[in-house]
């Protein structure tokens, strides 16, 4: 079983950078692929992010591509989203999530999940 506690979130003006973590409880840590979603208010939880087990592959939601970037360091058992040049549309509850199933994105295929971390992005 993986425990998963995420930090970093916050309120930041638009332009601005924030970088998430996700600390993973376990030994196992590395045999996981690891996720980010988030969920804005009355809305589904949405795909963000995604790395497999050693960091060598990485997938983007096309509305983040290209300013947030996801990362691991296995000896610290984290994962990382480095969030860049941050618009209004990206406010929202920020959700860490492992896998072994691959390098899945959507929701379903996620088998443990934090309690999630507000990013709040000002205009």
């Known amino acids: 079983q993986v425990q998963l506690v995420e930090s970093g979130g916050g309120l930041v003006q638009a332009g601005g950078s924030l970088r998430l973590s996700c600390a993973a409880s376990?030994?196992?840590?590395?045999?996981?692929?690891m996720g980010w979603f988030r969920q804005a208010p009355g809305k589904e939880r949405d795909f963000v992010a995604a790395i497999n087990w050693s960091g060598g592959n990485t997938y983007y939601a096309d509305s983040v591509k290209g300013r947030f970037t996801i990362s691991r360091d296995n000896a610290k058992n984290t994962v990382y989203l480095q969030m860049n040049s941050l618009i209004p549309e990206d406010t929202a509850v920020y959700y860490c999530?492992?896998?072994?199933?691959?390098?899945?994105?959507?929701?379903?295929?996620?088998?443990?999940w934090g309690q999630g971390t507000q990013v709040t992005v000002s205009s």
């Open positions: 999530a492992a896998t072994l199933s691959g390098i899945p994105r959507l929701v379903s295929e996620y088998d443990y």
């Open positions: 376990g030994r196992t840590f590395s045999t996981y692929a």
